[in-house]
């Protein structure tokens, strides 16, 4: 494990809840058009989407600890399944989903605090969180690899990385194929993502002590995006 020099706080310290008290952006590449498009979209789309995940997050969420740490928090689609009081550590780079994100833990009152960096490159120190989470994230980050290794880091041991997450549907399937056309507009349109990847070998190759994941479909009319995986990861 790699040993840092300079630690950032403890998670469980500090309250953030001013625009100026969010870290400095860094190794996102930010389009002002599509940020604000994308942070509309998972505002307006985000019910429709969580219908579909829901009881699969219910699961894959379910007794999360009082302080979660979040990768790529968005417009707050999880802030439901988080306890009563919670604290989230927002890991979220695109600066247009923070005042939705705000918006949605004043709602849920949840004590948030906003970390605007990237999974690959997590401003907190080992060993320091109890649980991560994301949704529909590993799709979109430059690096699935260097992410789950931050995860990894900042995860005490016997700590859970919890996921619902979509990936590459099986290889020859109409779906598969689709996943293949639509790369380049897909990627375009929502910065980055990509229907194509194996996270579940990800997941399981990064190095956790166990691994417990579910492949399932949905049934949405965004078919590339319809092939999902839901599980928990035990540091
Ligand atoms: C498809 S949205 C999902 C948002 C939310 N988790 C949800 O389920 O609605 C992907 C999110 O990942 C964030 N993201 C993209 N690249 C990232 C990275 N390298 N590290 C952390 N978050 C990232 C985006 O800014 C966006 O909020």
């Known amino acids: 494990m790699t040993t840092r020099t300079k630690q950032p706080a403890p998670v469980t310290t500090t309250r953030i809840r001013r625009p100026e008290d969010v870290e400095e952006l860094a190794g996102f590449d930010e ?3 599509r940020g604000r498009f994308n942070s509309a979209f998972f505002w307006v789309m985000g019910g429709y989407i969580n219908w579909h995940m829901h009881t ?7 007794d999360l600890p009082p302080t979660v740490v979040e990768l790529g928090a968005g417009v707050g689609a999880n802030m439901r399944y988080l306890p009563v009081d919670a604290r989230l550590v927002a890991i979220e780079p695109n600066r247009h989903m923070h005042t939705r994100l705000r918006r949605a833990a004043r709602s849920h009152g949840v004590d948030l605090q906003i970390r605007g960096v990237v999974g690959e490159r997590i401003d907190l120190p080992d060993t320091s969180a109890d649980a991560v989470i994301s949704s529909l994230v590993l799709c979109s980050v430059s690096n699935p ?10 995860l005490r041991p016997g700590g859970r990385f919890s996921f619902a997450e979509h990936v590459a549907a099986e290889r020859g399937t109409p779906t598969r194929w689709t996943q293949r056309i639509v790369r380049r507009p897909w990627a375009w349109i929502f910065e980055g993502c990509s229907c194509e990847r194996d996270l579940a070998g990800v997941i399981q190759s990064a190095g956790f ?4 994941l579910s492949h399932y479909r949905i049934h949405s009319p965004f078919l590339p995006f319809n092939t999902h995986i839901a599980g928990t990861a035990i540091a």
């Not at 690899?145 to 900042?154: F, G, K, M």
């Open 145 to 154: 690899d260097a992410v789950l290794a931050e995860i990894r880091r900042v």
């Open 209 to 212: 002590t166990s691994v417990d």
């Open 31 to 33: 389009h002002p058009g």
């Open 56 to 62: 699969r997050k219910s699961a894959a969420f379910a």
